[in-house]
Structure formats: structure tokens, C-alpha cells
């Protein structure tokens, strides 16, 4: 092949930049970033081989077809999933002494990288500090706790979770008879 056919081969679409080099063994490197269906990924070979074909007319940089199956395999494999949108309302709760319950929910939204076959049923949501206790007063915006999603023994992600309005004081009313 001649140069620009040997571009062709390797030219991959999903690459959005990268930085090759090859070290004084004639190992090469390649190091890139990539997007597709809004998802990004880094890729980094180290220390690949190139090879001649028997001819020896042919040359393959192991480096670009070990990153294009590995592009393959993350992109193919996984997709990414909002577990959480901005504001959204996540538990509602007691709050002690306080003159209603308390909506609670997480400010930003939260994204991450699950494998094809998981779904959301599949991940279990927990509260990092275990058992939520609230008292009043209570301001909009205070911080309440941390959530985790886990999937079997992996914590995907963590946000921390707020009060999404106020509470304020029951008041104690005395009956004298």
C-alpha cells in the first residue's frame, strides 16, 4: 500500500485527536480521544508492535488496530445512561419537629457508562450514609446526603442530595384544661 492508501486503512471517523511516537525499540504508542453518540472515550496502546507482510510490501502499525478494536469494544459495549436530570425529586422524607415533609433531590443531573446488557432495574440507589434524619427548621438548598448507585460490588456514581424547599418549626400548642 502507499501512504495514502495506508491513511485510508486506519482513518477512523469517531477520532477527534491523538499523538503517536514510537520509541527508541521501534515500540509505538498512540494515545487518542474519540466521540460517538455522545459518548467519549480515551484510548491509549503502549508499546506496539509493527509488523511486514511476507512480501514485505505491507506494513501494519499495530498501535491504530489495537485502538480501533478497542474503539470497537467501548462504544459497542457500553452506552451512556442519565441516572439522575438537574432538580429532579429523589425521596421525600420526615423531618423531626418540622410542619411538613421534605422533598429532596439532587441539583445536577448525572450521567454514566453502563455495559450494553445492564439496565436500571439492575442497580440498586443507597443513601452513602445510610438512614437519612432531618430536623427543623430545614432551608431550601441544605444539604441532606449523599446518594450512590452501585452495580453488584462497583459505586458508578455519587451526588450529594438537597432540601428542595423549606420547613419550618411545628409549632407546640398547649391545651390547659
Known sequence: LMNGDLMKVYLDGRVTGGRAGVVDSGERNLAITAEHDNMKLLSVVLGSKSTLTASGQTMTYG????TIQLLDLGFGGYSTVQLFYEDQVFDQIDVI???SDLSIGVKESVITVLPQDVTYDDLTIRYASGAIVAQAPVQKDDLISVIQVWHEDLCLAQTQVYALH???S???VIIEE
Request: overall charge negative; proline content about 0%.
Open 63 to 66: 498501535s491504530f488496530l489495537e
Open 97 to 99: 419537629n418540622g410542619d
Open 166 to 168: 423549606d420547613v419550618g
Open 170 to 172: 411545628e409549632e407546640l
